[in-house]
């Protein structure tokens, strides 16, 4: 017995959300039991997935620094679980899904960013790694040239952000490789 974990990542704007979405939909219109979470940490919409390029929202679990996954995905039995924003979970999150992974046939879908406008991995990220049984890059045009896949996120704007590089809201943009290094030196 063994769950999966898999990975979707892009830069903001590329549509992970709608990927969440659209994977929720799929799996519960086939009669799967699935739970969608939040992390506390993305209050952008609530305790709703949206997606700027869908109309359709889902409510969410969200997922608070004493929250067990273990405990709740064991003790519901879902199918399918999917993480939305999964760079702002904990390391105790972290661990708990990977022994779901281990000790359940749950598959286990988590969507975010693999990096911080920085450019380093999120801690969150960096630790799961190893554990990832898939990785699936969700790709997107640079948000500033138009001629390249966007890779990095870059801040637009001058904001705050906390030792972990998080600062949350729609003040970022995916770009390319190029427009990161020309607009990271302004």
Do not use: W
């Not at 799996?27 to 993305?42: L, T």
């Not at 996954?69 to 399918?80: M, S």
Request: proline letters at 2%.
């Amino acid at each position: 017995m063994s769950g999966k974990i898999n990975f979707y990542y892009g830069v903001v704007g590329s549509r992970k959300s709608s990927e969440l979405l659209l994977t929720a939909h799929r799996n519960k219109s086939v009669g799967k039991k699935v739970e969608v979470f939040q992390p506390y940490r993305n209050n952008r919409d609530g305790n709703v997935i949206s997606s700027r390029a869908m109309e359709y929202k889902i409510p969410a679990v969200v997922v608070k620094d004493d929250f067990d996954f273990y405990k709740y995905c064991t003790e519901n039995k879902f199918d399918l679980i999917l993480v939305d924003e999964f760079q702002f979970l904990s390391k105790d999150h972290c661990d708990q899904l990977v022994q779901l992974m281990i000790d359940t046939d749950i598959n286990i879908f988590l969507y975010g960013l693999l990096s911080n406008f920085r450019g380093e991995l999120f801690p969150t990220v960096a630790y799961m790694l190893p554990f990832m049984t898939t990785l699936n890059e969700i790709k997107t045009v640079c948000g500033h040239c138009g001629k390249r896949k966007a890779t990095m996120n870059v801040m637009i704007g001058n904001m705050e952000a906390d030792k972990d590089g998080i600062s949350i809201g729609n003040h970022f943009n995916g770009v390319c490789a190029v427009c990161f290094k020309e607009l990271s030196k302004k």
